[in-house]
Structure formats: C-alpha cells, structure tokens
C-alpha cells in the first residue's frame, strides 16, 4: 500500500474531523488555464485551415486572434474567473473542496464515495462518484500525481487495494 505524507499547507475553513489528517491541497493555476486557452485556439485554427480557409502565413496571423476570441466570446475567461478561488484539500478520510468566491458551494466528499478518477488532458482530473456524479478538479499541475494521491488515501481509508 502507498504511504501518503501529510501536507503542513493551509487548512481548511470546513472543520476537520477528529483523526483526520490533511494529506494534499490543489487550487487551479492560471497558466494552465491559460494553456488550454491556447491549445483550443490552435486547433480552431488548424481546422479551419484544414478546411481550405487559410493558407499557412493567414493560419499564423489567425492563432492569437482566435485564442482570444475563444477567450472573451466564448466566455472562457469567465470560467477562469468562476474557478480561480476553489480548493480541493485531500484528507484522510474526505475531499473538501472550497470556493472563497462562493462559500455556499463549499462539500466534502468521502473518499470510499469516489468510484474512479481519470486525468483531463493535463489540466484537470475527472472524479466519478459512487452516486453516478462527476465532478472535476480543474487547471491544476500534475493531475495523475493528484490521481495517484486521492486513490492512496482513498486505499488507506477503506483498507482496499489502491490499482
């Protein structure tokens, strides 16, 4: 079984139950959001030069137009802004996630309620619940290392194999 060492980070604002032990924090990064800007930006442009619009010097002069179009018409600097204040914390026994732009958002969920977990490309992580539910923990660094981590604690907990 994986040993997981506890993470001296911040704590929590949702109280911590007793023997519970904070393991590991993520909050999103914006340069990985940033990526993800960027590579949906490059592949409107490969495709619409894949479609005969654009010759190779237009589809150049295109990238960061359409970046910045899929940022601010598409709304994802909106989402960006929506995301910036969560945090997930992994403890021993849940995962809490807290959004200081909206504490009324704020759960815990616990770790023998996480069905599976899946990396998003490598900006997010993907986790499915035992009640059919999904949720995502997004623009964060390392989201297998994250995986790894959640499947650890949520092994340690339940006293079940971790594959």
């Not at 060492?5 to 704590?11: D, L």
């Not at 599976?116 to 949720?135: E, I, N, V, Y």
């Given at each position: 079984?994986?040993?997981?060492?506890?993470?001296?980070?911040?704590?929590?604002?949702?109280?911590?139950?007793?023997?519970?032990?904070?393991?590991?924090?993520?909050?999103?990064?914006?340069?990985?959001?940033?990526?993800?800007?960027?590579?949906?930006?490059?592949?409107?442009?490969?495709?619409?030069?894949?479609?005969?619009?654009?010759?190779?010097?237009?589809?150049?002069?295109?990238?960061?137009?359409?970046?910045?179009?899929?940022?601010?018409?598409?709304?994802?600097?909106?989402?960006?802004?929506?995301?910036?204040?969560?945090?997930?914390?992994l403890t021993s026994m849940r995962?809490?996630?807290?959004?200081?732009?909206?504490?009324?958002?704020?759960?815990?969920?616990?770790?023998?309620?996480?069905?599976?977990?899946?990396?998003?490309?490598?900006?997010?992580?993907?986790?499915?619940?035992?009640?059919?539910?999904?949720?995502?923990?997004?623009?964060?660094?390392?989201?297998?290392?994250?995986?790894?981590?959640?499947?650890?604690?949520?092994?340690?907990?339940?006293?079940?194999?971790?594959?």
């Amino acid at each position: 079984m994986t040993q997981v060492k506890p993470v001296p980070a911040r704590i929590p604002e949702t109280p911590m139950l007793d023997g519970e032990t904070l393991l590991a924090r993520w909050q999103p990064r914006f340069w990985l959001f940033a990526q993800r800007s960027l590579l949906l930006g490059f592949v409107t442009a490969l495709a619409l030069s894949g479609f005969g619009f654009l010759v190779w010097w237009q589809w150049l002069l295109a990238l960061p137009v359409l970046t910045l179009v899929y940022i601010f018409v598409f709304d994802d600097l909106a989402t960006w802004v929506r995301h910036r204040g969560e945090r997930w914390y992994l403890t021993s026994m849940r995962l809490i996630f807290e959004n200081h732009e909206s504490p009324e958002d704020h759960a815990a969920i616990p770790l023998a309620s996480v069905a599976w977990a899946k990396p998003w490309f490598w900006w997010s992580l993907r986790l499915g619940l035992d009640s059919g539910t999904a949720t995502s923990i997004r623009y964060i660094p390392q989201p297998r290392e994250a995986r790894r981590r959640i499947l650890a604690a949520r092994a340690a907990a339940t006293g079940e194999s971790d594959a």
